[in-house]
């Protein structure tokens, strides 16, 4: 899952460095925060396990693939949105690393909430997707 979620916050950075600059940094540096944190309980679950396993090698290998996924997913993006940039299929890219990026974070970090404080309390989604949608709304209105 890190690996996936890895290759969708590059292929996003990408896709919003070819439209602008700005847009490029401001996503690279979200996601460096995010994959901070997450490459933390990454490293964490898998560092004691591939120790016992094969030694530095195996663990260099595991931790490293998925900024190496990030990067490469980021170069690729950032060079075919060239290509599509003006066209229908490039609103589908930029829309598809959105939605992926947002069920992936939000359905994680939701999920691992709810186990931690023993709630199945359903409203509490409801409520981060109604604010999903009013800043989406906010946005577009100005």
């Known amino acids: 899952a890190v ?17 602008a600059i700005a847009s490029g940094w401001l996503m690279a540096m979200a996601t460096a ?7 933390f309980s990454f490293a964490c679950a898998v560092a004691a396990p591939a120790s016992h396993r094969g030694g530095l090698a ?15 997913a980021s170069s690729a993006a950032s060079a075919g ?21 947002l069920f992936m974070v939000v359905e994680e970090l939701l999920l691992e909430a709810h186990e931690k404080e ?10 981060l997707y109604i ?11 100005e």
């Open 3 to 19: 690996l996936i979620d890895s290759v969708v916050d590059g292929m996003l950075i990408g896709l919003a460095g070819s439209v």
């Open 33 to 39: 925060i995010e994959m901070g944190f997450l490459g």
């Open 58 to 72: 195996l663990r260099l290998l595991v931790l490293g693939l998925p900024p190496a996924a990030m990067l490469a």
């Open 81 to 101: 949105a060239r290509d599509v940039e003006q066209q229908p299929a490039f609103v589908g890219l930029i829309a598809f690393a959105l939605a992926a990026v």
């Open 118 to 127: 023993g709630s199945d309390e359903w409203h509490i989604s409801v409520w």
């Open 131 to 141: 604010g999903l949608l009013l800043s989406i709304c906010l946005d577009v209105l």
